[in-house]
């Protein structure tokens, strides 16, 4: 053989007697045939075969059948993110005529897919208040095909009623497709196939990376028809996931349910501790009576993750951006569910249209990290100790 070809041929060495623990990360565009007759017959190995690496990889498929054992489903589908979750779905789903119903406490980009994307192409879109359960029926009308749900909401918390909603949908005569954006509960604490849903989506982005540094989302499913036309999708837009970030999920999953349950401990005790603290109006925590949707989050969770929110008493723009930099052990910064402990203030009524958003104060919305959780309360304590500074006329 010549050094040329030397060069491009690797050569095959022993696997016997190798075994780990690890999943090898598999990368590859060009799938090789073993001969003519199975490139020619490629088509038929369908979407569980491997025919070109953007359409898969066993590092991809290891990860694919792990969310669907986690989940209760059939198959599962990755996508580059986990708003790519939430589109998907929506274009698989929908045609020009078709509508969509969504909380008005959903994800924000959900909102601007809708209005951006989808109605301009003849694909209209409904708002509904988050708590509206069994009520969901009067909106459905011959034009309804997906409802869509997030329960609890990423930012306000609301816990919605999952199994009413399905119930409704399905009570339609041509039975209405459910989705659920799933990220805040993870498969470990709520799982949307169990309860009904048609489609379970995750942002693997938090509490699956788990350490702010990849990007992934997934769709499980317990239906392969509705497996097929995510697919088709994918294909035709030229979609695909990296295998080293399928890897870093693999991984972040092993640790999950450990971080998971540290963190909505956590959360718990600071949600506890912090109501009633003189510059907080309401704290937006599922596991406390507060929080709209409490008794459903009871019944069907039980558990909490990480994140939840806060209502400051009103204060304005510079006295919040002093009292965020003040911080030394929180991080500020959107995203979550990863070791490092965030705030992020965020702006709730101009995402509001179908329920009135009444608090004048800012919402700070808090993940919980890995960090010590006393130096964690201390810090806190030290933006707390900024607002309260604030003098009342100028909180107004
Ligand atoms: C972050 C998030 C998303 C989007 O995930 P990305 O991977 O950042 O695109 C979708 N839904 C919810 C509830 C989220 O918190």
Known sequence: MHDLT???????????????????????????????????????????????????????????????????????????????????????????????????????????????????RGIAYGVYDPMIGAGIADLIDETVKLVWVESPGSNTMEVQDVPAIVAAAKAKAKGVLVGCDNTWATPLIFKPLAHGADFACEALTKYVGGHSDLLLGSITVKDLVLRQKMKEILRGFGIGVSPDECQLALRGLETMGIRVAHMGRISEDFARRLMGHPTVERVLHPALPSCPGHEIWKRDMGRSSGLFSLVLKPVDEAAMSAALSALRVFAIGASWGGTRSLVAPQAVAQDRTATAWTDRGPLLRISIGLEDPDELWADLG????????????QAA
């Open 6 to 120: 030397r060069c491009v041929h690797h050569p095959v060495v022993d696997e016997e007697g190798y075994a780990s623990l690890a999943v090898p990360t598999h990368r590859a565009s060009t799938i090789v045939y073993p001969d003519g007759a199975s490139f020619m017959a490629r088509k038929h190995r369908g979407f569980d075969g491997y025919t070109y690496g953007l359409h898969g990889t066993p590092t991809t498929r290891t990860l694919e059948a792990q969310l669907t054992e986690l989940h209760g489903g059939v198959r599962t589908v990755l996508v580059p993110s986990g708003q790519a979750a939430v589109t998907i779905v929506m274009l698989s789903v929908l045609m020009p005529g078709d509508k969509v119903l969504i909380p008005d406490h959903a994800y924000p980009p959900v909102r601007s897919f809708c209005a951006d994307y989808l109605e301009p």
């Open 382 to 393: 030290g933006l707390f100790a900024v607002l309260a500074q604030v003098p009342t006329s």
